[in-house]
């Protein structure tokens, strides 16, 4: 069932309860929003039970603007192309301005198209710009070309109204880098260190939801130090002037992988290598002719580069999920023109300045809606001004600020754009009733409720394998002594262990597990330090060529910090590795199979992605199944999902004797763009899988409902507190009405319980579903599952088969890079 099913599906049984008198009705929420927050919630769920009600009202407000169009004025969209061709946009606006007399004052252009308040005389016009430079004129020919008639509430004139805002923000001296927008000369930047300045900034965006356009902001900062790369290689270079492979060593360690920015064309790049062989005065091809970069850089841009001898960063471009088939020449970046940003591990170990970042960037509810208004009454002194309204008196009175604003190129005259295409934006947040669902704690399981056979076997292994080396000796004993205790108490034998001493080489932690893993149900390897390679060849030999559940512990992780505690958490990764519970939910439905679906992409080494497939295998989902598929770099949709379910299914069949009456994916990591093409190729092959197990008379359709997950959003939730400040909304918290999009069924939920900071909600939308599925049935089942993730006490921000999927994909994208055995599957491994 496609979205608009499903919202019709349950606006038919809104209407069947209003006739049926059951319905409640509240001031405030009309139309299809008010049909299912409120008429639904009175609906029993598939296996729920109605003894009590399973959520409560709550007031919300998030970090939306309501905006309206009074204008019922068609507008006409016209493409434009260049002959020849233009790159910058910059230069594309400069020579489409020129043709003022022809498109009017009252025009939006967002670098390929233009947006007009009135037709043209023709579909088609060409007209010819000029380009002065260096005492030369060039000619462009110019194409307008009609695309569509567009009306105020289509989606493609709410693109505009997006561009539109934001010329207003780059009017108020905002540079823009990437979505974001940020106050680059803010006095109050600088922190305690003269080598880090804070940026604040913004990001909006403007779309249609539930019952109206909403202008979405959220308060962003860029943290950016006060060197360019070009200081770093000579900081560096001066501190080992002895030896020149050591400080290239050293320089490449710093760099790769680090963003730099590059305040000449505001953007930012990710460093994927060093190019020692080339610099300034080394030549690239450009529109068929040879150009040294110096050169390329004095022109376009008026650069004189000073540093003739310094290499070049290489930069393999911005990665992105729709241009993994498309092959990308790497980018030539001058050290001296890319500033670092991040922080460096000195800073990281500053606790003043960390303490003073975190004042900073990790705003606390009341505190980021005052920097939403501060921003708000700075455009309200820069627009009102320009509208014949003065004085900052009136702006508390105010409900709504008209903007009248057109776009005109000429950065001059700013305030004499704002005319005529009369949008209003609220001062106001956006307020609304949302739903506290029910609070509920995880149950321990006891050795009785254990689950099945092979699992009780497994929590009482032949022997234990425990691994460290000689100058770790006073540090592994006691752990070994606490993690006995701690067994006892989860009911697991650990009293046959095998202590093995072994030299501090890779090697020799192969050799000897290779020589004593016969039994062996569990690895326990105590490492000497945190080098990413000597784990990475550990996991790989005991994931793929000796698969037995291990765990890895860095000595220092236990030798620093509280042994008990350390101890505990360890105890619990290893009960799970070998197939244990330790708590369970009462989900409230039956039969039911939840799976998650995510890929780990490897941007900085551009290897092949990896899909993490993970499944549920008994009714109370504390037993999983997991599989992983090797992609191409880059590839987001998984093409190898039948046989991945089919193999669940086969694991489901054998440990229950039945199978799932419906399969529930969750899948992360997919962007709003991509729906489409999850509907076209995803849903499918799980579809064809599910069918090839329905029964031969029909009796049995097994039923698929597909939710995409989404973490980073802009989106914020809100609640008062009793002194009428805004503060973090309690844990469970649903949002399902006017933050949401009208044409979809989806809701946010607020699993964890924030105290610093704001919290981030998470956004569901369902876009497939045969099960038909009641808002309150997901919203409760998937809000439980978030309390089911093993590695953590207390819930995560998504439902656990996601974030089980994610660990997968993590593991074998980061470290093992080959399929992981298969009698692994149904064992969590990846914790």
């Given at each position: 069932?496609?979205?608009k ?5 349950y606006?038919q ?8 008198g059951v319905t409640?009705?509240?001031a405030?929420?009309?139309?299809r929003?008010g049909e299912r927050?409120?008429?639904?919630d009175?609906l029993t769920g598939?296996g ?10 709550v007031?919300?407000?998030a970090?939306h603007f309501r905006v ?6 068609p507008?006409?969209?016209?493409s434009?192309?260049y002959?020849?061709d ?6 594309r606006?400069k020579l489409l301005?020129?043709?003022q007399t022809?498109l009017?004052t009252?025009?939006i ?8 308040l ?11 710009s ?8 060039k000619?462009?020919e110019l194409t ?7 009306h105020?509430?289509e989606?493609?004139?709410?693109r505009?109204y ?16 990437g979505?974001y927008y940020?106050k680059?000369?803010?006095p109050?930047?600088?922190v ?5 300045r ?8 403007i779309l249609?939801?539930e ?6 902001m959220?308060?962003?900062h860029?943290l950016v130090r006060?060197e360019t790369?070009l200081?770093l ?18 320089v490449a360690?710093?760099?790769i992988?680090?963003i730099?920015l590059t305040?000449h064309?505001?953007r ?6 060093i ?9 690239f091809?450009?529109?068929?002719a040879?150009?040294?970069?110096s ?10 580069i ?6 070049l960063?290489i930069?393999?471009?911005k990665w992105?999920?729709?241009?993994q088939g498309t092959?990308?020449?790497?980018i030539?970046l001058?050290p ?7 922080l460096t ?5 500053n ?6 970042l975190?004042v900073?960037?990790?705003?606390k509810p ?6 939403m208004s ?6 309200h ?5 320009s509208?014949?309204?003065e ?6 009175f105010?409900d709504l600020?008209i903007?009248k604003?057109?776009y005109t190129?000429?950065e001059?005259t700013y305030?004499?754009q704002?005319?005529n295409?009369?949008l209003?934006?609220d001062i106001?947040l956006l307020?609304f009733r949302?739903k506290?669902?029910n609070t509920?704690?995880?149950?321990p399981?006891s050795?009785?409720?254990?689950g099945p056979?092979?699992e009780?076997?497994?929590e009482?292994?032949?022997?234990w394998?425990f691994l460290y080396?000689?100058n770790?000796?006073q540090t592994?004993r ?10 006892a108490k989860?009911?697991?034998d650990?009293h046959n262990?095998?202590?093995?001493v072994?030299?501090?080489t890779v ?10 893993h ?6 326990v390897?105590v ?6 390679d ?7 030999y005991?994931?793929?060529h ?6 890895c512990v ?18 619990q990764?290893?009960k799970?590795?070998?197939?244990g519970t ?5 989900i409230g439905?039956?039969n ?7 890929c780990f992409?490897?941007?900085v080494n551009?290897q092949?992605?990896?899909a ?5 295998l008994n009714?109370?989902a504390?037993q ?11 590839e987001e949709?998984v093409q ?6 089919q193999a669940?299914l086969?694991y489901?069949l054998?440990k229950?004797q039945?199978l ?9 990591g997919v962007g ?9 190729q ?5 579809e064809k ?9 029909r009796?049995t359709t097994l ?10 959003i802009?989106?914020?939730l809100?609640?008062k ?5 805004l503060t ?5 918290t649903?949002?399902?009405t006017e933050?949401t999009?009208r044409?979809w069924?989806?809701f946010?939920?607020?699993?964890q319980?924030?105290?610093d900071?704001?919290?981030t909600?998470?956004h569901?939308?369902?876009i497939?579903?045969?099960?038909h599925?009641?808002p309150?049935?997901?919203?409760d ?6 309390h ?19 660990k997968?994909a993590y ?21």
């Amino acid at each position: 069932m496609d979205p608009k099913q499903t919202r019709q599906h349950y606006r038919q049984q809104g209407r069947q309860l209003v006739d049926s008198g059951v319905t409640k009705t509240a001031a405030g929420l009309s139309g299809r929003s008010g049909e299912r927050s409120l008429v639904l919630d009175e609906l029993t769920g598939s296996g729920l039970s109605t003894d009590e009600p399973t959520r409560s009202g709550v007031s919300l407000f998030a970090n939306h603007f309501r905006v309206e169009s009074y204008s019922e004025r068609p507008a006409y969209k016209y493409s434009v192309s260049y002959r020849p061709d233009v790159e910058d946009s910059r230069l594309r606006e400069k020579l489409l301005a020129q043709h003022q007399t022809l498109l009017g004052t009252q025009h939006i252009f967002d670098g390929n198209s233009v947006l007009l308040l009135h037709r043209l005389e023709k579909k088609r016009i060409e007209v010819v710009s000029t380009e002065h430079k260096d005492k030369e004129v060039k000619y462009y020919e110019l194409t307008l070309e009609l695309s569509k008639e567009l009306h105020p509430t289509e989606p493609d004139r709410i693109r505009y109204y997006n561009v539109l805002f934001r010329r207003i923000l780059k009017s108020m001296n905002f540079k823009q880098f990437g979505r974001y927008y940020y106050k680059v000369d803010d006095p109050s930047a600088a922190v305690r260190s003269k080598r880090l300045r804070v940026w604040p900034g913004y990001v909006t965006s403007i779309l249609q939801h539930e019952n109206s356009i909403t202008l979405c902001m959220d308060v962003n900062h860029k943290l950016v130090r006060q060197e360019t790369a070009l200081d770093l290689i000579n900081r560096v270079r001066n501190s080992h002037r002895d030896s020149v492979e050591q400080w290239k060593k050293l320089v490449a360690k710093e760099l790769i992988g680090s963003i730099v920015l590059t305040e000449h064309n505001n953007r930012t790049y990710r460093v994927d290598g060093i190019d020692w062989t080339k610099n300034p005065k080394s030549q690239f091809r450009k529109a068929n002719a040879l150009i040294c970069y110096s050169d390329y850089y004095y022109n376009t841009y008026g650069i004189n580069i000073k540093d003739m001898e310094q290499p070049l960063l290489i930069s393999k471009g911005k990665w992105k999920k729709s241009f993994q088939g498309t092959p990308q020449e790497p980018i030539q970046l001058v050290p001296e023109l890319c500033t670092m940003t991040g922080l460096t591990r000195e800073m990281r170990h500053n606790s003043e300045m960390m303490k003073d970042l975190t004042v900073r960037t990790r705003l606390k509810p009341e505190d980021r809606r005052k920097e939403m208004s501060k921003l708000m009454k700075s455009i309200h002194k820069w627009v009102l001004p320009s509208l014949g309204v003065e004085g900052e008196s009136l702006f508390p009175f105010l409900d709504l600020i008209i903007w009248k604003y057109v776009y005109t190129f000429s950065e001059k005259t700013y305030k004499e754009q704002l005319q005529n295409w009369d949008l209003t934006f609220d001062i106001q947040l956006l307020s609304f009733r949302g739903k506290t669902l029910n609070t509920f704690f995880p149950q321990p399981v006891s050795r009785s409720h254990s689950g099945p056979a092979r699992e009780s076997r497994q929590e009482n292994p032949p022997h234990w394998l425990f691994l460290y080396t000689d100058n770790n000796v006073q540090t592994a004993r006691p752990l070994k002594t606490k993690l006995l205790e701690e067994a006892a108490k989860m009911n697991m034998d650990m009293h046959n262990v095998r202590e093995l001493v072994v030299r501090n080489t890779v090697r020799s932690y192969i050799n000897t597990i290779q020589a004593h893993h016969e039994g062996a149900v569990m690895v326990v390897c105590v490492l000497d330090s945190n080098k990413k390679d000597v784990y990475d060849l550990l996991k790989r030999y005991l994931c793929v060529h000796c698969p037995i559940p291990s765990q890895c512990v860095v000595a220092s992780t236990i030798r620093y910090k509280n042994l008990d505690t350390i101890a505990t958490k360890i105890a619990q990764q290893i009960k799970c590795k070998m197939g244990g519970t330790l708590w369970k939910v009462d989900i409230g439905l039956q039969n039911i199979m939840f799976i998650g679906i995510d890929c780990f992409h490897d941007i900085v080494n551009r290897q092949k992605s990896i899909a993490g497939f993970v499944a549920s295998l008994n009714q109370d989902a504390t037993q999983w199944f997991s599989k992983c598929i090797l992609q191409e770099s880059g590839e987001e949709l998984v093409q190898g999902l039948k046989s991945c379910l089919q193999a669940s299914l086969e694991y489901w069949l054998r440990k229950n004797q039945c199978l799932p009456s419906t399969v529930v994916v969750y899948r992360d990591g997919v962007g709003d763009g991509q729906l489409q093409a999850l509907t076209l190729q995803e849903i499918p092959q799980l579809e064809k899988c599910l069918k090839s197990f329905d029964n031969a008379d029909r009796s049995t359709t097994l039923k698929l409902t597909f939710i995409v997950v989404k973490k980073r959003i802009n989106t914020r939730l809100f609640a008062k507190d009793e002194r009428g400040m805004l503060t973090n909304p309690n844990q469970g918290t649903v949002a399902d009405t006017e933050v949401t999009n009208r044409k979809w069924f989806d809701f946010f939920i607020v699993s964890q319980q924030v105290s610093d900071g704001t919290v981030t909600p998470t956004h569901y939308n369902i876009i497939h579903d045969t099960h038909h599925f009641l808002p309150n049935d997901i919203q409760d089942v998937t809000y439980k599952l978030c309390h089911m993730y093993y590695n953590m006490e207390g819930a995560i921000r998504v439902p656990a088969p996601c974030h089980y999927a994610h660990k997968l994909a993590y593991l074998v994208g980061q470290s093992i890079h080959q399929e992981p055995d298969s009698t692994l599957a149904d064992r969590l491994f990846y914790l």
